[in-house]
């Protein structure tokens, strides 16, 4: 997430389906405490999601002095933020007095607190004494940091525990972090009803590029439950190189977005930095050489750069104290143009891909899907080879719970389960 948000719902009132598989999904893997409540229909062959809460709180503001996510800083806001964000979500079910809806919601640095309407604390009820109705519950198992998969697992136990008095046939399951993202492709709209019109069979065999911190991943997928994993990063997660990169130029963690912003003034094609594996018969990436050319490239050029031009002036009349207008404008160009480099080589190999498997569609999703320069470079692939381009809106390509209870909703229905244990280095 750019900054600490709390998506709002999108709840009715009224169920959009007839018969329907109500969700509660929790996800900690990393620096965002997420829940969300779902309700699921149409099962394997048209999967259809009403989204009824949608809640994400991000630690960014946390971290960022760390210049990244501290893993035992991340557990200890999960603690503190999930009965908050459950809380939140049992009042918008039971319509709790006294307790101000996500929108008036002041998320601080240390996370949100729920403000009474008296502008205190709100003193919700406990966990255990206003239950939840709903059929399942989903939780983040992996991959992730443990110590803060391990808080959303504990949380997710305890809720299942109390559910469980009143409702004994609710279910807990683990789920994967990835196939979360890979699924979310079915989330199409802000509303949260998936409006993809097409019959799900049309998409497949699709293509599927996941991009996230952690991972870079190119898939064939067959069905929704069948796919077969074509090649990954040999080193860095694109996402990881992004960061990595923002960190040299001096911009704030999390990278992506900031080099994406930085981006937008630069020229994708002042510096050829290069595009590491791009001919490489295999499916493979590998973007640490790209960084280090990025390091280099800022090892020779910075200082010169810096001399140059005066300093923008304040608006007090004094040299303001931020970066030189010489290097300001270098590091625009060296954003948008490793940006470029690396928007080229997912963008090139997952077309290659396209065009040997015979893929009806291209699949994108995990945070760096966010990148408007990497999904309109897929988009036009997409129009150019003529299959269907898919991607999530923005706020669920970046971590959220709302595809864990999508992918939950999948795991659930072709019976297939992951122990409720932290997996770090889950795959797929
Ligand atoms: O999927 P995600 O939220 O968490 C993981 O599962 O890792 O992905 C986070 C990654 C971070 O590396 C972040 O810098 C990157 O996604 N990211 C972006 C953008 N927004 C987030 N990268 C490039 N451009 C963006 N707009
Ligand atoms: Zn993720």
């Excluded at 999930?82 to 998320?107: A, E, G, V, W």
């Excluded at 940006?339 to 291209?362: C, M, N, P, W």
């Amino acid at each position: 997430m750019r900054k600490s948000d709390i998506l709002g719902d999108v709840s009715s009132g009224k169920s959009h389906f007839k018969t329907f598989m109500k969700i509660l999904a929790i996800e900690t893997s990393c620096d965002e405490t997420a829940i969300a409540l779902i309700e699921a229909s149409g099962g394997l062959k048209a999967p259809k999601f009403k989204i009824v809460k949608n809640l994400v709180t991000s630690q960014i503001e946390i971290h960022r002095p760390w210049g990244g996510v501290v893993p035992n800083l991340a557990k200890r806001e999960h603690v503190k933020n999930l009965p908050i964000c459950y809380r939140q979500i049992l009042n918008d079910q039971f319509l709790i007095p006294n307790f101000q809806s996500s929108s008036n919601l002041k998320t601080k640095s240390f996370g949100p607190r729920p403000i009474s309407t008296q502008g205190r604390w709100a003193s919700g009820p406990s966990l255990g004494r206003t239950k939840l109705k709903a059929d399942l519950l989903a939780v983040t198992v992996g991959p992730g940091l443990e110590p803060a998969l391990w808080a959303g697992i504990v949380f997710a136990k305890q809720v299942w525990q109390e559910i469980k008095d009143q409702n004994s046939k609710i279910k807990i399951i683990g789920v994967n972090h990835l196939e979360g993202h890979l699924y979310s492709f079915l989330l199409q709209e802000k509303t949260g009803i998936s409006n993809y019109q097409l019959p799900i069979s049309k998409l497949f065999p699709a293509i599927a590029l996941i991009v996230s911190g952690g991972h870079t991943i190119l898939l064939r997928v067959d069905s929704l439950t069948k796919w077969k994993k074509l090649g990954e990063t040999r080193d860095d997660a694109v996402g990881e190189a992004f960061d990595k990169v923002a960190k040299m130029l001096g911009l704030p963690y999390p990278g992506g977005p900031e080099i994406e912003k930085a981006a937008e003034k630069g020229n994708p094609s002042a510096i050829p930095f290069p595009r590491p594996m791009l001919h490489s018969k295999d499916y493979d990436f590998s973007f640490s050489g790209l960084k280090t050319a990025v390091l280099y490239y800022i090892r020779d050029h910075k200082l010169k750069a810096d001399s140059f031009g005066p300093r923008p002036i304040s608006t007090q009349g004094r040299w303001a104290s931020g970066p030189s207008l010489g290097w300001t404008k270098l590091r625009a160009d060296i954003a948008a143009s490793f940006q470029q480099a690396a928007v080229d080589v997912l963008t090139a190999k997952t077309a290659r891909a396209v065009r040997e498997f015979g893929a009806k569609s291209i699949l994108l999703s995990g945070g760096v899907a966010a990148n408007a320069a990497l999904r309109s470079a897929l988009k036009a692939q997409g129009l150019k080879l003529k299959v269907h381009f898919l991607v999530p809106p923005i706020h669920f390509n970046t971590d959220n719970a709302t595809m864990i209870a999508a992918a939950a909703y999948i795991q659930h229905l072709r019976k297939k389960k992951y122990p409720l244990r932290a997996n770090g280095t889950l795959n797929l």
